[in-house]
């Protein structure tokens, strides 16, 4: 039985960033890593987007990005500027590509394919079984994601952020590629939050998303149908092609994954609750989690001590709550937000990095009867 002082599982966007940054680190170049994926036939499932203030990371591999951003709702629609920030995309085949040739290059991480069946904690060794082998960890990092426990539970809500998305290219020119839809919340709300998305990488070409930020996913058709009225009655464009589609289901949640941890197992990606619980968006946050996370690994502490809920956490939990009791709220929650807020002070709230007092005027932007509301429920009922 091999034994390996770090076990990643999952080579996704987490698995591949956190073997990158042990194999690159001098400080583990001792450690033996195995990284375990159940398939490598990657393909190009999904494109990732992040906003990030100048050179970045990735900035080489990047696929698009733009400088404006746009959100309306039924009443209004403002094109801003993101400045200092730019709208980033990245195509997940290139970013594992890359990350593929970056990991190969560090002599200490093996790369298995195995579909990982068991992880065993026996306290000071972790077993890793798959259909054909098993392997001993002195430290697992787990990306397999399970929905079941978060909805097993009813302290925290679980809402997920749901998408079509359709890859078009249309006959005439009819985007604005300087300008990336951020939400669109023109569009029949049925009760939910709703919004519309749109990436334009040439004047003839984009993804359309169909989103939603609600308790339950959608037959395919009530995605697709809302992609093509938005092309015909929006966009005037009826002359078009599909080129490819995509689709995700991203919790959002403010639900304790920390729980799943142990002194020598770490869930990462959306599996340790590394998607932000307000929107879903995941990317930019692991690789800023991955980072955040070395330093603590060198100090060779238990695992489960790392993760502390903070002041981002309780607003999200505010914010989770609104939309689990009211979903149709969040038209007026985000279109608000954005109408009366920079998209710099926006963008610096999401990421975590506003002051108090940034976070009260933020938060005061918002519809404010809905979060005193919220705020009182929760100190009450907690
Ligand atoms: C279509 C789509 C678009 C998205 N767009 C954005 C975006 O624009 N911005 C953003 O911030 N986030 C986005 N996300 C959310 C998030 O960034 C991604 O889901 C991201 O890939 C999550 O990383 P992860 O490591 O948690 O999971 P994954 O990347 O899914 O990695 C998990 C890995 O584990 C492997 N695995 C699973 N089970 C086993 C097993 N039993 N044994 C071995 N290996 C296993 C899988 O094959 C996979 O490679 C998107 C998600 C999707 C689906």
Redesign the pocket.
């Known amino acids: 039985m091999a034994t390996y002082d770090y076990i990643i599982?999952?080579?996704?966007?987490?698995?591949?960033?956190m073997a990158d940054a042990l194999g690159k680190d001098n400080f583990f170049s001792e450690k033996s890593i195995l990284l375990?994926?159940?398939?490598f036939n990657?393909q190009n499932?999904?494109?990732?987007?992040?906003w990030e203030i100048g050179h970045g990371e990735f900035d080489a591999i990047l696929h698009k990005t733009w400088d404006h951003i746009l959100v309306a709702d039924d009443r209004y629609s403002k094109r801003m500027p993101i400045t200092p920030y730019r709208y980033k995309?990245l195509k997940?085949e290139d970013f594992y590509t890359a990350y593929h040739e970056k990991i190969k290059k560090h002599s200490n991480i093996t790369f298995l394919e195995?579909?990982?069946?068991e992880v065993k904690d026996q306290g000071n060794e972790i077993l890793v079984n798959?259909e054909t082998n098993t392997f001993r960890g002195k430290k697992v990092f787990n990306?397999?994601?399970d929905y079941r426990p978060l909805l097993q539970q009813q302290k925290y809500p679980v809402l997920k952020q749901h998408?079509i998305?359709w890859f078009v290219r249309t006959t005439k020119p009819i985007f604005d590629i300087d300008q990336a839809t951020f939400m669109d919340f023109s569009i029949p709300q049925h009760g939910n939050t709703r919004f519309m998305y749109v990436l334009p990488f040439t004047e003839t070409e984009a993804l359309i998303e169909y989103t939603l930020f609600s308790e339950n996913v959608l037959a395919r058709s009530e995605y697709e149908e809302p992609i093509k009225s938005y092309l015909k009655n929006e966009l005037k464009c009826q002359d078009y092609q599909i080129l490819e589609k995509?689709?995700?289901?991203?919790p959002m949640t403010s639900y304790n994954f920390n729980a799943h941890n142990s002194e020598n197992i770490m869930h990462?990606?959306?599996?340790?609750g590394?998607?932000?619980p307000s929107s879903?968006?995941?990317?930019?946050?692991?690789y800023q989690k991955t980072m955040a996370l070395i330093p603590f690994l060198k100090k060779e502490k238990p695992l489960n001590t790392y993760f502390k809920k903070d002041r981002f956490w309780f607003y999200d939990l505010l914010l989770l709550d609104i939309l689990f009791r009211d979903n149709n709220k969040g038209r007026l929650i985000f279109g608000q937000l954005f109408k009366r807020s920079n998209p710099h002070k926006i963008f610096k709230f999401l990421d975590e990095k506003t002051t108090i007092w940034e976070d009260l005027v933020i938060i005061a932007s918002c519809p404010k009867k809905e979060f005193i509301l919220a705020f009182l429920r929760r100190i009450f009922l907690i």
């Open positions: 599982i999952g080579a996704g966007a987490s698995g591949l960033l375990l994926e159940k398939n990657f499932d999904r494109t990732w987007c992040f995309m997940a195995g579909t990982v069946q798959t990306s397999i994601f998408f998305g995509e689709k995700g289901n991203i990462i990606g959306i599996a340790g590394w998607a932000k879903g968006y995941t990317f930019m946050r692991s």
